[in-house]
């Protein structure tokens, strides 16, 4: 799939979020890239057969106090390889990244991947 493609995938995922929370995403960026750096799967401590699909880095909305401010932007990046190797066709790929983006945009919103395990997202 082309990036163009891809990234309007991303950026329809995001705008499907329901209405409340699509209100509350403040200070925030959506990007798409081919795959995570080094850093970024170190930073993710994934297990042995792990995929990162996406990743979240920034200050959730918990944890921002009064001094919040003057800060970049929070990033959600979804990475465009594993995703694409991981599915079969379009249909799988559109699927995946609209998890992906609602995973990530949950800890945007203070939502851990425990959580998220027992909501089966």
Request: proline fraction near 5%.
């Amino acid at each position: 799939m082309d990036r163009e493609r891809f990234e309007w995938l991303v950026a329809r995922a995001v705008q499907a979020l329901p209405k409340e929370f699509v209100v509350r995403l403040e200070n925030i960026t959506v990007v798409v890239e081919d795959q995570p750096t080094p850093r970024q799967l170190a930073r993710a401590r994934l297990k042995r057969g792990q995929t990162l699909f996406g990743l979240y880095e920034g200050v959730p909305l918990t944890k921002r106090g009064a001094h919040y401010g003057l800060v970049v932007p929070d990033k959600i990046t979804i990475f465009q390889g594993p995703i694409e190797s991981a599915c079969r066709d379009d249909a799988e790929i559109t699927a995946e990244i609209q998890r992906v983006v609602q995973h990530e945009i949950a800890h945007h919103f203070g939502i851990g991947d425990a959580r998220l395990r027992q909501l089966g997202k």
